[in-house]
């Protein structure tokens, strides 16, 4: 039982990082696509 819920917790961190660097990821391009925009 605990062995499942140390799991369950490991795969949750996992999810939250990669969400977060998921949007990390976006604002970064988002924020190039509108520098590239800027530039014409």
Same mark, same amino acid.
């Given at each position: &039982?605990?062995?499942? &819920? &140390?799991?369950?917790?490991?795969?949750?961190?996992?999810?939250?990082?990669?969400?977060?660097?998921?949007?990390?990821?976006?604002? =970064?391009? =988002?924020?190039?696509?509108?520098?590239?925009?800027?530039?014409?």
């Amino acid at each position: &039982m605990e062995n499942r &819920m &140390m799991f369950i917790a490991a795969l949750v961190a996992l999810a939250i990082v990669a969400l977060q660097s998921t949007l990390f990821t976006v604002k =970064e391009y =988002e924020r190039a696509v509108l520098f590239q925009f800027g530039e014409f």
